[in-house]
């Protein structure tokens, strides 16, 4: 018998990526940048404020986290630098990535060229509220700085202080 049903959507096969050695913050930067010339110019959504710029890409783990400002989006990135952070997985779909300050959920997504497979995770809705590229950039250096650090260990609860002198208690103070 057949399938009966066949899925809305299904993934294309995960792109198998190679490891960049060397920061790719420049690449990322020229990637979105082509994208901007030739895709997303006029759109209603664009932030004209804001322009195309890739920020503090860092090594952790072996892989690459920075983040990046688009006239249309504010995102951490990943790629791959060979470490313990980074799967390969298919365009459109959710890997859990162990940052220091915990699991974040990156969107994986592909792209010709310079760019060939890469992982996001968006920062901000809409950057129609952004005034301007300083604003921005403020959002990603907060992300970052926020994502590389481990959560602080609860406070210690204090002991209750217990008064254990019966001649207190039985003077009634």
């Not at 050695?21 to 979105?32: K, L």
């Not at 202080?161 to 009634?172: E, S």
């Amino acid at each position: 018998m057949g399938q009966f049903r066949k899925p809305a959507w299904t993934p294309p096969p995960p792109v198998i990526a190679t490891p960049w050695g060397m920061s790719p913050q420049r690449t990322v930067q020229a990637h979105f940048d082509t994208v901007w010339r030739t895709a997303m110019q006029g759109l209603p959504f664009v932030n004209d404020a804001l322009q195309v710029r890739a920020l503090r890409f860092e090594r952790i783990d072996g892989d690459w986290v920075g983040g990046l400002v688009t006239p249309w989006c504010v995102q951490l990135m990943l790629l791959p630098g060979g470490g313990a952070l980074w799967a390969n997985v298919s365009a459109g779909t959710r890997s859990a990535v162990a940052l220091p300050v915990g699991v974040l959920p990156f969107i994986a997504d592909a792209s010709d060229g310079m760019l060939p497979a890469f992982q996001y995770f968006p920062l901000l809705n809409s950057v129609s509220g952004l005034p301007d590229m300083a604003s921005a950039e403020a959002v990603i250096h907060s992300a970052v700085d926020t994502a590389l650090t481990p959560p602080a260990p609860p406070p210690e609860p204090e002991a209750p202080q217990i008064d254990t002198g019966r001649r207190r208690f039985l003077r009634g103070k």
